[in-house]
């Protein structure tokens, strides 16, 4: 149930981010704020185990730290990585294995 929540509250987060800076131009620091925290959020849904299991916090610390780290990047670099994302996720990207 917390999992469902947490993901809920992510989702809403990014609405409420996407809104303000729609909406209200001048309001980029609310708008920055609430996805911020909902990237947190985000994070802490993919580390919350889907039964009854443990919450793996170095998945959520490891996330944390790459958002923060992103964050804290001059502009020309944030649009380096976001552009080299779909070079490193088709290398990265499972493949299945032909049998022969």
Partial sequence: MRR?????????????????AWLDPEAHEQAAICARVGLVMAALWLA????DGKVNWW???????????????????????IGSLPLLLALLWPRKRRKE
């Fill in 48 to 51: 919350l185990p889907s039964g």
């Fill in 4 to 20: 469902i929540i947490v993901g809920i509250v992510a989702i809403l987060l990014f609405i409420a981010a996407i809104l303000l």
């Fill in 59 to 81: 998945l959520v610390g490891g996330v944390a730290a790459v958002v923060l780290g992103f964050a804290r990047l001059p502009r020309p670099f944030k649009l380096l990585a």
